[in-house]
């Protein structure tokens, strides 16, 4: 869906960044939907399996390849670069100079949800899952609980 993975440079972990930015409220008495929501910005590039290239890092975005111009994650002079303390993101330079840099983020979990994966995945596990959850509610009824 996202196309996220753990990556070994990353400083957070990739769970705790999705769990962030997810709401899920499950069905009571008085409202009978059960949701999930999304929100909040993109994710950091770093989750979406960057590779550097010539001109710049390429991330997997939502499926397919896309090269972020100008961008890199590693340190050091081509072919030697390596990990360093600012490898935990990929950093794009906006402007010439040492520092002028800022963090692109990729598509975050509202987009990934209006994709139609996620509503089929949803409905399918909601209809293998609904009719053991009716009968355990079903049965608590009826047992007086």
């Known amino acids: 869906m996202l196309g996220v993975k753990q990556h070994a440079y990353a400083k957070y972990p990739m769970e705790g960044m999705l769990k962030k930015r997810m709401a899920l409220r ?5 409202n009978l ?3 999930l929501s999304g929100f909040g910005k993109g994710l950091p590039l770093i989750y979406y399996q960057p590779k550097e290239g010539g001109s710049g890092a ?3 975005w939502l499926g397919a390849r896309k090269t972020i111009d100008r961008s890199f994650y590693l340190s050091g002079k ?3 670069r390596k990990r360093s303390g600012i490898s935990g993101w ?5 402007k010439p100079g040492r520092w002028a840099l800022y963090r692109p983020q990729g598509p975050g979990v509202p987009d990934a949800m209006r994709t139609g994966a996620v509503s089929r995945t949803w409905e399918a ?3 293998a899952r609904l009719p053991a ?3 355990d509610a079903l049965i ?3 047992r007086g609980r």
């Open 26 to 30: 499950p069905a009571s008495a008085s």
């Open 33 to 35: 939907e059960y949701t």
């Open 58 to 60: 390429s991330v997997n």
């Open 78 to 80: 081509f072919p030697r």
């Open 90 to 94: 990929v950093s794009q330079r906006k």
């Open 125 to 127: 596990e909601a209809a």
């Open 133 to 135: 959850a009716m009968r």
């Open 140 to 142: 608590s009824i009826m």
